[in-house]
């Protein structure tokens, strides 16, 4: 069985940061690309960043130039850095994932991290 497990959420102050992790786990032949995303209540689940496994990066626009994703390819795992947070960034974040573990392909999400961001 393949999973993502998230961390990281919280409460922070606007201006502030925080850094969400995502770790895949079970029996995984490769991941192609990781992501995020974050869905407030009332709205559209959005893209906030994705990562390929060559390391090409895509954010969308509220967040460009204050968030960054990266990941470890040997830990199986992505990391979304979220500096200079404002209030309209709280949401639910997600992480997803395409991967593979050899005899099936996955589009896998995680639980679900909340971020609070108090003005």
């Known amino acids: 069985q393949v999973q993502l497990v998230e961390s990281g959420g919280g409460l922070v102050q606007t201006g502030g940061s925080l850094r969400l992790s995502c770790a895949a786990s079970?029996?995984?032949?490769?991941?192609?690309?990781m992501g995020w995303y974050r869905q407030a209540p009332g709205k559209q689940r959005e893209l906030v960043a994705r990562?390929?496994?060559?390391?090409?990066?895509n954010y969308g626009v509220s967040v460009k130039g204050r968030f960054t994703i990266s990941r470890d390819n040997v830990k199986n795992t992505v990391y979304l850095q979220m500096n200079s947070l404002k209030p309209e960034d709280t949401a639910v974040y997600y992480c997803?994932?395409?991967?593979?573990?050899?005899?099936?392909?996955?589009?896998?999400w995680g639980q679900g991290t909340q971020v609070t961001v108090s003005s």
């Open positions: 990562i390929t496994g060559g390391g090409n990066t």
């Open positions: 079970g029996s995984i032949f490769s991941i192609n690309s």
């Open positions: 997803n994932a395409d991967l593979d573990t050899g005899w099936k392909e996955y589009d896998l």
